[in-house]
């Protein structure tokens, strides 16, 4: 398995951004799916966003699309959210996870690693 450490997360306004951090180690993981997730008080682990191994196809929950962007960077094994027009709906535990294939990149027991996750909180 490969070890992954989210960071980045924080307290920021509605309408404002910030960007996640998730470092890999352990393996190589440049070939890996790489899935953002997140989690709600009172709410399943949704899914955010996902990313193909070398980066040329993503994928984004309908809630986040067009305001949240995933990228990744394998020369440093670290995969990026960039969150923008935050909401405070968008409010959770951001957990980034991997899995070299996944069967359905959107579902969370789909991905056999996964990080301690990074609070975000947006106020309204």
């Known amino acids: 398995q490969v070890q992954l450490v989210e960071s980045g997360g924080g307290l920021v306004q509605a309408g404002g951004s910030l960007r996640l951090s998730c470092a890999a180690s352990?393996?190589?993981?440049?070939?890996?799916?790489l899935g953002w997730f997140r989690h709600a008080p009172g709410k399943e682990r949704d899914f955010v966003a996902a990313?193909?191994?070398?980066?040329?196809?993503?994928a984004y929950a309908d809630s986040v699309k067009c305001r949240f962007t995933i990228s990744r960077d394998n020369a440093k094994n670290t995969v990026y959210l960039q969150m923008n027009s935050l909401k405070p709906e968008d409010t959770a535990v951001y957990y980034c996870?991997?899995?070299?294939?996944?069967?359905?990149?959107?579902?969370?027991?789909?991905?056999?690693?996964w990080g301690q996750g990074t609070q975000v909180t947006v106020s309204s």
């Open positions: 990313i193909s191994g070398g980066g040329a196809r993503t």
């Open positions: 996870a991997a899995d070299p294939y996944p069967s359905m990149w959107s579902y969370v027991n789909a991905y056999n690693s």
């Open positions: 352990g393996r190589t993981f440049s070939t890996d799916v």
